[in-house]
């Protein structure tokens, strides 16, 4: 018995999927250790079908060209998913200036699945955002723009990006932006209490105030989280 398999469609779905898993190797959660290789390889797989047979055009078949090609969808899939990585982790930003203002962020621990060093509500924010983000179904929103990119950016072209430091910039504004709506009430709650301390302090220096800011900070960063839970979605 012989098998025949096309050739343009197999190098379409193999180009296609080899953007898909570049993604996917960087947006969280799916760049987590707690996601085998091998599940991000089946998932890109399988994301592959959904876009080859509109991308089986004309894609050369040299070696130079494909090997431009592979490099050109790694590019492609890594750059859209720094940015989408920037996007997610300015939720777990914003816990780790909370962390600063709060008096957390002398108990950072490693994180084995980051493999990184986290601060408490960093930590909380970061799988916080990953259990909305499947909650609201957002997961699917986002690999619907990931597989959006094939009809903008059709396999067998190259990307003409004009000044790429204009996106960088967008990118990092939206980032520092997020976290700092999503910290800045809480943050701006604590610096009153810290600067009502340090009155307290010159009122009435017998009170010992330091021994009452530390444990009075940590209740205050525990409601004011508790609270932002309602509009964090």
């Given amino acids: 018995m012989t098998i025949t398999i096309a050739g343009a469609p197999l190098i379409a779905y193999l180009l296609a999927s080899i953007r898909i898993v570049s993604w996917l190797a960087i947006v969280p959660p799916f760049s987590s250790q707690a996601v085998p290789a091998m599940a991000k390889v089946v998932l890109s797989l399988g994301l592959a079908f959904a876009v080859t047979p509109t991308m089986a055009g004309d894609i050369p078949v040299g070696f130079a060209p494909l090997a431009v090609n592979v490099v050109t969808q790694v590019a492609i899939g890594a750059g859209m998913g720094f940015v989408t990585y920037l996007l997610f982790q300015a939720v777990a930003t914003a816990g780790s200036l909370i962390d600063v203002f709060g008096g957390f962020s002398l108990a950072q621990g490693f994180d084995p699945l980051?493999?990184?060093?986290?601060?408490?509500?960093?930590?909380?924010?970061?799988?916080?955002?990953?259990?909305?983000?499947?909650?609201?179904?957002?997961?699917?929103?986002?690999?619907?723009?990931?597989?959006?990119?094939?009809?903008?950016?059709?396999?067998?072209?190259?990307?003409?990006?004009?000044?790429?430091?204009?996106?960088?910039?967008?990118?990092?504004?939206?980032?520092?932006?997020?976290?700092?709506?999503?910290?800045?009430?809480?943050?701006?709650?604590?610096?009153?209490?810290?600067l009502g301390l340090a009155l307290l302090t010159k009122v009435a220096p017998q009170l010992n105030a330091m021994n009452v800011m530390f444990p009075a900070k940590i209740g205050l960063t525990l409601l004011l989280v508790g609270l932002s839970f309602p509009v964090l979605p």
Avoid at 120 to 132: N, S
Avoid at 136 to 159: E, K, Q, S
Avoid at 168 to 193: E, K, N, R, W
Wanted: glycine letters at 10%; hydrophobic letters at 55%; proline letters at 5%.
């Fill in 114 to 194: 980051g493999l990184t060093m986290n601060t408490v509500f960093g930590k909380f924010h970061q799988m916080l955002a990953t259990m909305l983000l499947f909650a609201t179904g957002a997961h699917l929103l986002i690999i619907g723009g990931l597989l959006r990119t094939f009809h903008f950016l059709p396999l067998g072209t190259t990307p003409g990006i004009h000044r790429p430091t204009d996106l960088l910039v967008t990118a990092f504004g939206m980032f520092f932006t997020t976290a700092v709506q999503i910290a800045l009430p809480m943050i701006a709650v604590l610096f009153i209490a810290d």
